[in-house]
């Protein structure tokens, strides 16, 4: 049997790598290994993988046909040599420590080391001036034991089955042969996600303002140079390991005029997902995060609304809203939303992935922050909608003015009252959402306004306030069951 082929040395050999990153938090890898194989039993050694490879997932072969092999074996090794396991493997054995004296010097101790204490730490070591870090190893100085090292550790030479990074092993059974083969598999530690800022006048929202940004994040234990990468966005069915590492990174800065005007980010459909392929080599060392923007308008139509849900806001369950509650329990609040169309006329027009959505006003030719909140995946020719806060000088109130439960002819009579008034100094419209929640057989008796039917259980009346008006909606349903 020959001895390992170490790839190691051939890395500037190797083509710059591609990655898939997916915004479930993993990503498919794809490396060159060049081979130069002799007949009969190879040893193939690879050094350049993530430390959280999914390895049953991995899979060697060569596209070309260029290169005649068939694997026998495969291992995947991800202990790289670090004092924990460096101590493990010196185990009641001695070593010397390189000790700070009180006047500054250095000197070498010889310690035995009675207890590594590397079984009972989830976490590498790393040597540090303070022993407090290695409160579970025991050594022996002087015929003296001690918690924690007494110093930074000096141990001999590595031994041949040290490696340095993960790294995957293949016992190939080839034909002579020399090319290069291509590795791919899964691997986590990799995340990506999107978010975007949406900039308004103060006096109108005709020319608003939307860039887009994703954010790389690498924590696979590897670093990639020069890497291609593409990203899914969409829910593809990926069975998660038990544990995982993420990594948040800090927001990027919103005020930042965008200068490229070339597309950055570029999107096809993917089945029934979609890719974006980011249109230049990205490096991202391990523990690194980045970011790319990937869709810039200038000609953004937002619009603003008003919503009072006592009962229930958009997308939430039919119970009192009790924040800033009064009286009756039912909430005073007057929530706003934006909503701008996902569409080639309004500057947009291409799939978005899911994410963070900040909401910025000009004011004074300064930006200030009025909100965010997260955004779904949303298709070309949609709507987005999203929540912002509070209107300060907007105010409803909601009351129960008559309640009625006969029971011999099994129906229920409700009379509710909507108070709604604008304090502000412009004349706003509030849309009231009210569910009929008590039974799914219903019907409005009587009502001093208007009403929309938006669903089998929500009605929506729609005021138009001028400045210090108040409009009173008052409405009797019928439940019959």
């Known amino acids: 049997?020959?001895?390992?082929?170490?790839?190691?040395?051939?890395?500037?050999?190797?083509?710059?790598?591609?990655?898939?990153?997916?915004?479930?938090?993993?990503?498919?890898?794809?490396?060159?290994?060049?081979?130069?194989?002799?007949?009969?039993?190879?040893?193939?050694?690879?050094?350049?993988?993530?430390?959280?490879?999914?390895?049953?997932?991995?899979?060697?072969?060569?596209?070309?046909?260029?290169?005649?092999?068939?694997?026998?074996?495969?291992?995947?090794?991800?202990?790289?040599?670090?004092?924990?396991?460096?101590?493990?493997?010196?185990?009641?054995?001695?070593?010397?420590?390189?000790?700070?004296?009180?006047?500054?010097?250095?000197?070498?101790?010889?310690?035995?080391?009675?207890?590594?204490?590397?079984?009972?730490?989830?976490?590498?070591?790393?040597?540090?001036?303070?022993?407090?870090?290695?409160?579970?190893?025991?050594?022996?100085?002087?015929?003296?034991?001690?918690?924690?090292?007494?110093?930074?550790?000096?141990?001999?030479?590595?031994?041949?089955?040290?490696?340095?990074?993960?790294?995957?092993?293949?016992?190939?059974?080839?034909?002579?042969?020399?090319?290069?083969?291509?590795?791919?598999?899964?691997?986590?530690?990799?995340?990506?996600?999107?978010?975007?800022?949406?900039?308004?006048?103060?006096?109108?929202?005709?020319?608003?303002?939307?860039?887009?940004?994703?954010?790389?994040?690498?924590?696979?234990?590897?670093?990639?140079?020069?890497?291609?990468?593409?990203?899914?966005?969409?829910?593809?069915?990926?069975?998660?390991?038990?544990?995982?590492?993420?990594?948040?990174?800090?927001?990027?800065d919103p005020f930042a005029p965008a200068t490229r005007r070339e597309k950055t980010v570029t999107q096809k459909e993917l089945g029934s997902y979609h890719l974006y392929n980011i249109a230049r080599p990205v490096s991202l060392r391990d523990n690194e995060t980045k970011q790319v923007q990937f869709t810039e308008s200038n000609k953004v139509k937002a619009t603003k609304s008003y919503l009072y849900a006592p009962l229930r806001g958009k997308g939430s369950g039919a119970s009192p809203n009790t924040t800033n509650a009064k009286k009756d329990g039912f909430s005073k609040d007057v929530q706003i939303y934006w909503a701008l169309d996902n569409t080639e006329d309004n500057g947009l027009g291409i799939p978005l992935p899911a994410g963070k959505i900040r909401l910025y006003q000009s004011e004074d030719n300064k930006l200030e922050f009025l909100g965010e909140n997260t955004i779904d995946h949303t298709p070309q020719k949609e709507t987005i909608e999203f929540y912002t806060g509070n209107a300060f000088d907007l105010v409803g109130e909601r009351r129960i003015v008559n309640f009625e439960h006969n029971r011999t002819d099994e129906y229920m009579l409700e009379t509710i009252e909507v108070k709604l008034r604008n304090r502000s100094k412009e004349t706003v419209t509030i849309d009231t959402h009210e569910p009929m929640w008590r039974w799914s057989q219903w019907n409005i008796v009587k009502s001093s306004e208007d009403y929309q039917k938006l669903d089998h259980t929500t009605l929506q009346f729609r005021s138009k306030l001028d400045p210090d008006e108040e409009e009173v909606i008052t409405f009797t349903v019928r439940y019959d069951y």
């Open 1 to 252: 049997m020959t001895k390992p082929l170490l790839l190691l040395s051939l890395s500037s050999a190797v083509a710059a790598p591609s990655l898939t990153i997916y915004n479930q938090d993993f990503a498919v890898v794809r490396q060159e290994v060049p081979m130069n194989l002799k007949p009969g039993i190879n040893q193939v050694s690879f050094d350049q993988v993530t430390a959280q490879l999914e390895p049953d997932s991995v899979v060697l072969r060569d596209p070309s046909g260029k290169l005649d092999f068939q694997i026998l074996e495969q291992g995947y090794r991800n202990d790289p040599v670090s004092i924990g396991l460096m101590l493990d493997h010196f185990e009641g054995k001695q070593i010397s420590f390189l000790v700070d004296e009180e006047d500054g010097k250095r000197i070498e101790k010889i310690g035995t080391i009675i207890r590594s204490g590397n079984h009972h730490q989830q976490h590498s070591y790393r040597y540090s001036d303070s022993s407090t870090n290695y409160g579970n190893a025991i050594i022996e100085v002087d015929g003296k034991l001690q918690f924690g090292l007494p110093g930074e550790p000096l141990f001999p030479a590595l031994g041949e089955d040290s490696i340095l990074r993960p790294t995957l092993n293949w016992t190939l059974d080839a034909k002579w042969s020399s090319g290069t083969a291509e590795l791919s598999y899964l691997s986590s530690g990799f995340s990506w996600k999107a978010d975007y800022n949406l900039v308004v006048t103060a006096d109108t929202s005709d020319d608003a303002s939307l860039n887009g940004w994703v954010t790389l994040s690498n924590n696979s234990g590897t670093r990639f140079d020069e890497a291609s990468i593409s990203l899914l966005a969409g829910d593809v069915n990926k069975i998660k390991p038990n544990a995982r590492t993420y990594y948040e990174s800090s927001s990027i």
